[in-house]
């Protein structure tokens, strides 16, 4: 069987969940099937990073250098859908690929499926970035959704989303198959050298090991509920550390906004390390383990891969009972589920954002505070994902659905 894999980020050119998704992907289906990728990005020299054989990076078409980019996004899926000839399988990741499966099963005949890492819908606040391209990419995620011969839903709060959100595409296309995480490449670093390494990166970045921390990874984007969390820290005891691995921010405004709440955190308390650089895993592996507990206070998350992350590395994680997050955290064992009514307007806004942002302190201060229920958590947290979210399964599982699509016909 021939799989194509159809997306915008692969190394080197990663900065979200859906890119670290494609990437792991490809390596686990390698020893199971043909795989091909096609990229954005351009093509990859030989010898670097992303530069695997089946590998095809397209650049973006010259003479729609000063277009809008939602139109600039289509005309590399032009290239990709033309590229496709000869594949089984087309399986497509985030709407900026998925008129390129739809395309490319339009002409070569092949089946697509897609797997569905967050919906346009559900993300308006994107108009911002996009401008009139939100109605774009809205078409082309709408149109690829339902002629898709299957779609994958990485959490069962994304496939009820997706039926919600898309009320034509028929429930039994829907697969659910969970987001995995690569266990021997995310664990708490051991040995001497390793802790020696751990240190410097710690004092590099101005955290202090010493102190109970949170921890906070993701983009500065309206989704991932940053400011409801910047809010909440001021309701943390004093000797809390926060730590925010937060960058990448979507508009201008977003990023306006939190420096603005990251200012006046910091004038109310010490300890709030804003690291804005996207960290190498070694090094954000050792923030990790230097942390206490991880915090995802999401608006809108179909899963969260941070998530996982942060508990193969013995972290719990207080996490917004939203969309795919409920999947992975199991409150009060592997961590703390936080309640929130939110707005039914696509936005993912809660109705008492006063409520939300006490309720995520309170819940932080329970762990943080308590060294030995943090590290009982954390454990379970590690044990979770070993047990439930390891690739090879993941693999597996992605495979029975390409069968499942190929026996419909």
């Given at each position: 069987?021939?799989?194509d894999l159809?997306t915008?980020?692969y190394?080197?050119y ?9 990437n ?5 289906l390698?020893?199971l ?7 954005f990005g351009g093509?990859?020299e030989?010898?670097?990073e992303?530069?695997?054989?089946g590998?095809?990076?397209y650049?973006?078409i ?8 939602a ?5 590399v899926?032009?290239?990709m859908?033309a590229g ?5 399988i087309v399986?497509s990741?985030t709407w ?7 395309l ?5 005949g092949a089946?697509?499926v897609?797997?569905?890492h967050s919906l346009?819908?559900l993300r308006?606040?994107?108009?911002e970035?996009l401008?009139g ?9 709408r149109?690829?959704y339902?002629?898709a011969?299957?779609i994958?839903a990485?959490s069962?709060?994304?496939?009820s ?15 659910v198959v969970?987001?995995?995480i690569?266990l021997a490449a995310w664990?708490?670093p051991?040995?001497p050298?390793a802790?020696a390494r ?16 949170v921890v906070f ?6 989704q991932?509920g940053l400011?409801?969390l ?12 926060v730590?925010l691995?937060?960058?990448a921010?979507d508009?201008?405004?977003i990023k306006?906004e939190?420096?603005?709440?990251v200012a006046?955190l ?11 650089e996207?960290l190498p895993?070694?090094e954000?592996?050792?923030?990790l383990s230097a942390s206490?507990?991880f915090?995802?206070?999401?608006v809108?998350?179909p ?5 996982l992350?942060a508990m193969?590395v013995?972290l719990?994680v ?5 969309g795919?997050?409920p999947d992975?955290i199991?409150d009060g064992?592997t961590?703390y589920l ?10 993912g ?7 939300f ?5 309170e819940?932080?201060t329970?762990?943080?505070?308590d060294?030995s229920l943090a590290?009982?958590m954390g454990?379970?947290?590690r044990t979770?994902?070993e047990?439930h979210?390891a690739w ?5 599982r992605?495979m029975d659905v390409?069968r499942?699509?190929?026996?419909q016909?």
């Amino acid at each position: 069987m021939r799989v194509d894999l159809l997306t915008k980020e692969y190394p080197p050119y990663i900065y979200g969940g859906a890119g670290v998704h494609v990437n792991e992907l490809a390596k686990v289906l390698r020893p199971l099937a043909e795989v091909r990728v096609h990229a954005f990005g351009g093509p990859r020299e030989p010898g670097t990073e992303g530069a695997d054989p089946g590998v095809t990076g397209y650049p973006e078409i010259a003479e729609l250098e000063s277009a809008n980019p939602a139109l600039r996004t289509f005309g590399v899926d032009l290239e990709m859908a033309a590229g496709c000839q000869g594949a089984d399988i087309v399986h497509s990741h985030t709407w900026y690929a998925n008129l390129a499966g739809h395309l490319a099963s339009l002409l070569h005949g092949a089946p697509h499926v897609l797997s569905a890492h967050s919906l346009e819908p559900l993300r308006p606040w994107k108009a911002e970035q996009l401008g009139g391209g939100y109605a774009l990419s809205s078409w082309a995620e709408r149109t690829a959704y339902e002629a898709a011969a299957g779609i994958i839903a990485v959490s069962n709060g994304m496939r009820s989303d997706i039926l919600r959100s898309y009320p034509a595409v028929d429930p039994d296309r829907v697969k659910v198959v969970h987001n995995g995480i690569d266990l021997a490449a995310w664990q708490r670093p051991s040995g001497p050298e390793a802790d020696a390494r751990s240190q410097a990166t710690l004092a590099r970045l101005g955290i202090d090991p010493s102190r109970p921390t949170v921890v906070f990874v993701g983009r500065i984007t309206r989704q991932k509920g940053l400011p409801h969390l910047l809010r909440a820290c001021e309701l943390l005891p004093p000797e809390v550390q926060v730590v925010l691995c937060a960058g990448a921010p979507d508009t201008a405004e977003i990023k306006a906004e939190v420096e603005g709440l990251v200012a006046r955190l910091r004038d109310k308390r010490t300890g709030v390390v804003w690291i804005e650089e996207m960290l190498p895993r070694p090094e954000l592996i050792a923030v990790l383990s230097a942390s206490d507990v991880f915090v995802c206070p999401s608006v809108y998350e179909p899963l969260g891969i941070v998530n996982l992350e942060a508990m193969a590395v013995d972290l719990p994680v207080v996490g917004s009972a939203t969309g795919g997050i409920p999947d992975v955290i199991v409150d009060g064992e592997t961590g703390y589920l936080v309640p929130i009514d939110q707005v039914q307007d696509g936005t993912g806004t809660p109705k008492d954002p006063a409520r939300f942002e006490a309720d995520l302190a309170e819940r932080l201060t329970a762990l943080v505070m308590d060294e030995s229920l943090a590290k009982k958590m954390g454990a379970a947290a590690r044990t979770r994902v070993e047990e439930h979210f390891a690739w090879e399964a993941i693999a597996e599982r992605t495979m029975d659905v390409y069968r499942w699509v190929l026996d419909q016909g």
